[in-house]
């Protein structure tokens, strides 16, 4: 019997389906695996659990009992504890301020000393049985792992009877991985229900008694424990064989440069990495999350200051900011990976986005030419088959796979050399992801070249000509065609020799214990 | 809900690390502190006469509407708003303490208790338009500010009135042997130490800095900031009446001149207009930095009519050193 | 797309500006039932009404562009005050004077705009803290001038003759002033509208992020946009000492809420991103209108205030929740 039950819960963002009458049910003891693609649905399924977000349709039953989540604090006082994918944690507090936040035990005058809190949150590491943080420091002070894990200890204090854990481990280390496996069956085997939402399949499959995949906002599937494969997870996740998702490779690789840079520094993480674009080519750049591949796009972009050269076709470039980036005389383009923040104008139409980046070179004397602007825009629609109703519409009122469309439109029309892709097929869904692989293909057939930083090895692997596996801040490994692989990519990312031969990724995975690729919604 | 201590996790306890204890005050928050004793210095410098007990006297009781006005201030910039309809506010109870208050205590004692729940009241208003309605905090006081003024004109048409004797007498009696009015800020200042760390306190801080993460980790949004705006707008109706005695008449405009400057005074005392961060100790620093940039220009025999372009630059060079200073701090912290 | 859905497409984008003009309307229409010889029985309070929306649209010009690009201005009064005081000043009353004059005072109320723009886009201070500090320094240099040094305390001299007729005269019964306005208004909508400037106003006003990732130039926009400000505003403190007849100290002081009130009743989000400047004239008509009930109604100044607030408070409840219902 069912302890928790979430039945045809149905969800919309506007023109978005977030989703589609989908179906979960966790039994009391288990740790229960949730599985599926960027912006399948997932974590909007567990925000409506945890109060953060209201469904539109649907019911959720607590043991037997159907209940309602208006708001967090609701859902906390009914048991449920959330460890949020982007963090929950009040940036100008402090870790301690933090984890007992709402709970904190007034001493004299109803004040709260740091001593106090110091002493909890001591004793509640040492139940943990893991370091975590100084109590005393403020939030905004802290490393990723290190603010990861106070989201843990916050959520444990609450002692939820049921607990979502939504990307818990992409930012951890390997030990603190380890210690939440093991937590996580530790809190099951107490009588807990987890419901667990990884990227990485073969923590999954590690941890999970039972798993659900999720596709394009429904559940698709729930397997056992040790019944399904790694391919099947990931047939169910896709929908379809993993082959026909993308082209054929056709492109022919130029010999000449398209962009050269060396010796690129930025930031702490990015330490040295050099490497050459060909005409035509699509390079592809994997490895961990935050290794220093965001900090090259934003470097090659202008939106970070860099040291090192870069040569556009043989010249030597220096680019300051983005408007300098996406003129006429450069032509580097970078499609940014949050859409909703930094891609689009959600509130502007259709039309106002595509024409953006070209803005000026639709201008006659300052004035914007209207029919250039209509040709530019409705070209767009066509070449990219955005499903729109009427161009003046805003782009809120799109759905997630034809914003992301606008995105690229606008950023094609400026005509780059160079198209950077960095981590842009997120809440994309499967058929708009194929188009969009088609279009890269059809880019770098023209001559342009693509720079693609994607954490799907899968993406890696079927569309790049060659990949760059990157690791603390320095090129680990170069993979021409023959060696990419999944395995391979793996193993580069971890410091490992490339394999040369085949071998089962999935075994790899699972003794290497391997751990994210990246959050995704 | 059961407490944490009955959570059995571990089957053992590990003792896992200790942190050295760090002190709660870091030299960042000590900007104002030091742009205070740095204008205080030049003071004395050029009027060396002047380092005596009267000198405090006479700033702080001058200074305390301007104080009073840069704690309601700051309690609505903590929670990432503003509020501008302090002056409306402190106009209308000027206006009303100057007209309606007689010699009578008991007279006396309830105009004092209208005037706070008048305060109470607008905060209400603004809170309720701000939290609720969603209307943007700068629209939604000035709009209100302008309803305030209306009240203040319909209740005194021109400044004037009069002070209630018993009244007056009360605040200049210096009972303690200190000015009240010093009395007062210490009152204040220890008042915020204790509510800066208790539950609401922390409410506070958390709605400025994320509102989003705080309302997934349970605070009700709408009741902090009617709290933050209720405290605003109480402090700017205990500052009109206190202008009233302290001027000896009251005005339908009294509020004016403090609404743009109490918002300097906190922005110069470190707050942020984001919300989150920041101290009321430190904007009573920063309204005191204002009044005595007055004092300097003054003693240094340029024209007055100069002090609000050297607060202005002031203002910037403040704001600058503020952001400057807390990106730093966040800078070193990262880099540890 | 039929013409009728199209215009009703065009009507609920713009409800805010509609709502403000049909406000206005009907309010006008009221005030001439009850009180026949006033509103529309009366072509002389008509003018009058034109008058004071143009000096209120006048003022709000800046403060349009500035709103919509996602700030504020409080910069307003004493670059109003400052530009009329200064002109005064320079032109001592005489036309001959003012050839030099007024472009070296433009001059200087757009440097006021291009140091609030400079802070604002490379120091990055909130644009409301740039401008309230610059206001203050402001008024200490006019103040300071003013009182201290040149001209004798509160007399600057003579607007010229010039500009007094520009501000008050009339041609064919119609008043200078408003076909002023009308044509400043017809060139900043065009501006807002039809130009690369314009549209890079409301991107920047709506998500800055995106603007720059888009290659916008979002410095360059943002010290334009306050620069023009600047330039707006000394143009409405010439054209109101000529109305006025005369510079003072603090003539800028009231204005500062009317434009706010004046943008935000039209329509425009105080967040950025959206407004018009015809929605701003609406506002200012509706503004005027509700000034102007104070002798016709026999409403004192106080309670004038009072509907100030809370037309506005409507007016921006109304547009915020037009927002957040379609979120």
Known sequence: MAYLELNNISKRFGGVVALDEATLHCTKGEVHGLVGENGAGKSTLVRILSGALQRDDGEILLDGTPVAFPNPAEAVRLGIGMVYQELSLIP????????????????????????????????????????????????????????????????????????????????????????????????????????????????????????????????????????????????????????????????????????????????????DVSFTLRKGEILGIGGLTGQGQEEIFRALFGIQRAQGEVRLEGKPITIHSPSEALSHKVGLALVPEDRATQGVLLPRSVSDNISLSVLSRLLRLGFIDRSAERAVVESAIDRFSIMVADVADPVESLSGGNQQKVVLAKLLATKPKVLMMCDSTRGVDVGTKAEIYTLLRELTATGSSVLWYATDSDELTNMCDRVLVIRQGLVEAELTPGMITEENIIRASMGEPINHNGTDPDELKQSAGIHAIRRHA | MMSTESITLESGKKHTKRYPVRPSITVYDLVPLILFILVIS??????????????????????????????????????????????????????????????????????????????????????????????????????????????????????????????????????????????????????????????????????????????????????????????????????????TVEVGLGSPIAGDPFILTSAAAALVGGMSLAGGRGDLVNSILGAF??????????????????????????????????????????????EQ | MSAISSIRKFVDQNRSTFLCYVAMLALLTAVSILRPGFGFGDPKHLRALLLQASVIGLVSLGQTLVIISGGADLSLPWTVAGTAVMMTIFTQGQDEKMIWAIPVVLAGASLIGLINGLGVAYLGIAPMVMTLATNNILLGLVAGIGMGGVGTMGQYGQPPPFVVKLATGTIGGFPYLVIIMVVLAALVTILLSHTGFGRRIYVIGTNPTVARYSGVDVRGSTIGVYTLNGFLCGLAGIIMTGKFGRAYLGMGDPYLFVSFAAVIIGGASILGGSGSYVGTLGGAMLLAVLLSLLPVLNMPRSVQLIIYGLVVLFAVFFATHRSTRRA
């Open chain 1, 92 to 271: 100008d507090l402090s870790v301690g301020q933090n984890i007992f936040f709402g709970q904190e035990q007034s001493g004299v005058l109803g004040m709260t000393s740091r001593r106090a809190l110091r002493e909890r949150c001591y004793d509640l590491f040492d139940r943990m049985g893991i370091d975590v943080a100084d109590p005393d420091r403020l939030v905004n002070q802290l490393s990723l792992p290190q603010r990861q894990m106070v989201e843990i200890a916050k959520m444990i204090v609450h002692n939820p009877s049921v607990i979502i854990i939504d990307e818990g481990t992409s930012a951890l280390g390997r030990t603190q991985i380890e210690w939440l496996l093991e937590f996580c069956r530790n809190l099951a085997t107490q009588g807990r229900t987890i419901i667990y939402i990884s990227h990485n399949l073969s923590e999954i499959r590690q941890v999970a008694d039972q798993i659900t995949v999720f596709r394009n906002g429904e559940d698709v599937g729930t397997r056992a424990h040790g019944e399904a494969s790694t391919d099947e997870l990931v047939s169910l996740m896709l929908g379809r064989k993993i082959g026909r998702l993308y082209p054929e490779r056709t492109n022919e690789i130029g010999s000449e440069p398209m962009l050269e840079a060396s010796h690129l520094r930025a930031g702490t993480r990015l330490r």
């Open chain 2, 42 to 243: 030049l003071i004395f410098i050029i009027k060396p006469r002047l380092a005596n007990v009267q000198f405090v006297e006479l700033k702080a009781n001058a200074g305390l509407t301007l104080v009073l006005a840069t704690a309601g201030q700051t309690l609505a910039l903590l929670t990432g708003g503003i509020d501008l309809s302090i002056g409306g506010v402190l106009s209308l109870t000027s206006s009303l303490a100057a007209t309606m208050m007689t010699d009578e205590p008991l007279n006396i004692l309830l105009w004092c208790a209208i005037i706070l729940l008048i305060g109470m009241g607008a905060g209400l208003i603004n809170g309720y338009v701000i939290a609720v309605l969603r209307v943007p905090p700068f629209i939604a006081t000035l709009a209100s500010w302008s309803i305030f003024n209306g009240l203040a004109l319909l209740v005194l048409e021109d400044p004037g009135g009069h002070v209630s004797e018993p009244l007056r007498a009360l605040v200049r009696s210096d009972p303690l042997g200190i000015p009240n009015s010093i009395v007062f800020i210490a009152i204040l200042i220890v008042a915020w130490l204790l509510f800066k760390r208790s539950k609401w306190g922390t409410r506070l801080y958390a709605v400025g800095s994320d509102e989003a993460k705080a309302y997934l980790n349970g605070t009700d949004i709408v009741r902090t900031k009617m709290l933050a705006y209720v405290l605003s707008g109480c402090f700017a109706a205990v500052a009109g009446l206190y202008r």
């Open chain 2, 289 to 334: 930095i204002m009044l005595f940039i007055f004092d300097l220009i003054q003693f240094a025999g340029i024209s007055s009519f100069y002090t609000p372009m050297v607060q202005g630059l002031f203002l910037i060079l403040a704001v600058t050193l503020n952001t400057i200073g807390y990106r730093l701090q966040i800078r070193k912290a990262l």
